[in-house]
């Protein structure tokens, strides 16, 4: 298994411009979380989901969307990417919310706004 | 809104020697305690968890305590190496139908040869 596989790795964007950062589990999670974190602030949370076809919102999700059309993966978007966003993003998987099971990280997506 | 305050942000130690990182939560119904490890560079890894119905739990060299009437919780690490040297995370959460986890802000723990 490779567990959970974000990508890209690294990204640099100009501010404006859009894009989105995948990420897919093979673990059969139902639960996917996106995480952002900053220096000296922790991880936050962004959006996560509790299943194929639900999102919900976190603790900063102004100027991010998700979708989770598939089980598997958790796509994040940046409409208009703002320098505020730069960032470590971690998407992160969970078997259920009652499993007594960890939540499980990626590696990372740094994303940089210029 | 729900929060984790984490203490101290920074430590230093010599090899061989304990450490110990605090965290108090303000979710009186948060049931879940996990604490991951961050490597430069890297990935948050969960090195120990605890829920609400234990007061304390160990895994070798290193041990977690609760205690909910305080709302606190600790990471001890006993008989430090080098390679420990890496920043802490605690966090606070329900097991339910949401599973969100709240973090603190990290320690960075160095332990010097």
């Known amino acids: 298994n490779a567990g959970v596989t974000q990508t890209p790795k690294f990204r640099v964007l100009k501010t404006g411009q859009s894009m989105t950062l995948l990420c897919a589990q093979d673990?059969?999670?139902?639960?996917m979380y996106w995480y952002r974190q900053d220096p000296g602030m922790g991880l936050r949370l962004i959006h996560y989901?509790?299943?194929?076809?639900?999102?919900a919102k976190g603790e900063v999700p102004d100027g991010y969307n998700v979708s989770r059309l598939k089980k598997q993966n958790f796509l994040l978007g940046l409409e208009s990417a703002a320098p505020s966003q730069t960032s470590v993003y971690f998407c992160?998987?969970?078997?259920?919310?009652?499993?007594?099971?960890?939540?499980?990280f990626g590696d990372g997506t740094r994303l940089s706004i210029l | 809104g729900e929060n984790v305050e984490q203490h101290p942000s920074t430590l230093s130690v010599q090899e061989g020697d304990s450490a110990v990182i605090k965290c108090t939560y303000s979710d009186s119904a948060s049931n879940y305690f996990p604490w991951y490890k961050q490597e430069l560079g890297k990935r948050p890894q969960l090195i120990i968890d605890?829920?609400?119905?234990?007061g304390e739990k160990k895994d070798q060299r290193i041990a977690v305590t609760l205690n909910k009437t305080a709302k606190h919780f600790s990471l001890h690490i006993t008989e430090t190496q080098p390679e420990d040297s890496a920043v802490y995370f605690c966090?606070?959460?329900?097991?339910?139908?949401?599973?969100?986890?709240?973090f603190g802000s990290g320690t960075r723990l160095l332990v010097r040869p």
């Open positions: 605890i829920r609400s119905n234990v």
């Open positions: 673990m059969n999670h139902e639960y």
């Open positions: 966090a606070a959460g329900r097991m339910d139908s949401s599973y969100k986890l709240i």
């Open positions: 989901s509790v299943g194929e076809g639900t999102t």
């Open positions: 992160a998987s969970s078997l259920t919310g009652y499993s007594n099971q960890p939540q499980h």
